[in-house]
């Protein structure tokens, strides 16, 4: 059941033959309406909060346990990224509710409007609106037809000044629990079709600009040359050296431009990206100062210049430890060894740790491709990690 569904899913897209679903389009609309018919099939009742998440609940008593993932997509999508999440909670509830187990607290299938970012650059507004994190400011930027997100509201039906009726109380989130595709390969190279995720991991951004001298190919000695190239090579390397060097930490540099770059001059001017993740900010922050000081010193020794900017900050979520530990007791009544690993990838459990405790359980994916048409799981995998999720629903116990 798991499965058909993501493939009916993937078929309300944008464009033809291959899966775009963007924020606030008439494809948001027929993907949770799709939803909405899932959750009230499997005894919840329903409703489309003003962000345009789609609530489903199986009411109780006390604080409810909030599961859920996103329904949006990037372009040319995979059909499990976000949805599977969605499609394996509601499933969880229809098993537990047919066979009579359904627990005394409250359940929540929440499938958030929009995590992806795509459309108005700005990410996880469906998570940011329940978690009361949402921006206001975010609603004047524009996509790329020069529409505005307030305008994309209110032609999808909805009213951008009642985004805060979104919002939760801390004290009706017992949790929330999102299980999600790994979209890396460390379960596939374990040999597990499930784990338990640590941390959603802190990400730090920068822009390096590396300036030397440009000079003529082959006139100037080797001797005396101030290569910005090759002293931004010597950074990108050093980048890798300290971020292989402990586990969790990881390190790119996924842009460098050589200015006016020609075959027969000595480049002058580089600019390069690095992008800087990690489960633990200190961890981070300890990689990111070494890191500084290595492009200061090999600028130095270089006799060239670098001009270092820190772009982006994100902090680390860390996953709380009392639902690791049911998670892994779930993972471990399905007959798999627990591993715990971060998520180098954003999710919106960043912003829900705001309003609850977070904890995730990624399921394997082939090759560890995701954003991407050939994303993929197993339908036996896609079964355990369903099994896990019922397992602890039904063992739940707050703060235990
Ligand atoms: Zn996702």
Not at 52 to 59: E, K, Q, S
Not at 125 to 150: H, I, Q
Not at 301 to 323: F, K, S
Request: negative net charge; charged residues 20%; proline residues 4%.
């Amino acid at each position: 059941m798991i499965l058909p569904r993501l493939h009916e899913l993937a078929a309300i897209t944008a464009e033809d033959g291959r899966l775009t679903r963007l924020f606030m389009t008439p494809e948001q609309k027929r993907a949770s309406a799709l939803v909405a018919g899932w959750m009230a099939q499997a005894g919840m009742a329903v409703r489309v909060d003003a962000i345009g998440n789609v609530v489903g609940r199986l009411d109780g008593q006390g604080p409810a346990l909030m599961l859920g993932s996103h329904l949006d997509t990037v372009r040319n999508a995979g059909r499990y990224d976000g949805m599977l999440g969605v499609v394996t909670a509601i499933a969880c509830v229809e098993r537990m509710v047919k066979a009579g187990t359904r627990p005394r607290f409250p359940v929540e299938v929440v499938g958030f409007s929009e995590e992806e970012g795509v459309r108005f650059g700005a990410a996880l507004l469906g998570s940011r609106a329940v978690a009361g994190t949402f921006d206001p400011a975010v609603l004047d930027r524009v996509d790329a037809d020069g529409v505005t997100m307030r305008e994309a509201i209110g032609r999808f039906g909805l009213d951008p000044a009642m985004i805060g009726t979104a919002a939760r109380r801390r004290e009706e989130i017992a949790a929330y629990l999102e299980l999600h595709i790994e979209q890396g390969p460390v379960l596939e190279a374990a040999g597990l079709p499930v784990g338990c995720v640590s941390a959603i991991s802190g990400a730090g951004r920068f822009e390096v600009v590396v300036q030397g001298a440009a000079g003529h190919a082959g006139t100037v000695p080797m001797g005396q040359r101030r290569d910005a190239l090759a002293a931004a090579a010597e950074s990108v390397l050093a980048v890798e050296r300290r971020c292989g060097a402990e586990a969790g930490l990881v390190g790119t540099v996924g842009r460098l431009e050589v200015a006016d770059g020609a075959t027969n001059v000595i480049p002058g001017r580089v600019r390069f990206t690095m992008d800087i993740r990690a489960p633990e900010d200190a961890q981070r922050a300890r990689a990111e100062a070494d890191i500084l000081a290595a492009i200061a010193a090999v600028a130095h020794a270089r006799g060239v210049q670098a001009l270092v900017e820190r772009i982006y900050d994100m902090a680390a979520a860390p996953c709380a430890p009392w639902l690791m530990r049911q998670i892994e007791r779930s993972i471990a009544a399905a007959g798999v060894a627990a591993l715990r690993l971060p998520s180098g990838a954003g999710h919106d459990g960043l912003a829900m740790r705001a309003v609850a405790d977070i904890g995730m359980i990624f399921v394997r994916c082939a090759g560890g491709v995701s954003h991407h048409p050939s994303e993929s799981i197993t339908e036996a995998d896609a079964e355990t990690g369903a099994r896990v999720l019922q397992h602890f629903i039904e063992n739940f116990e707050v703060g235990a």
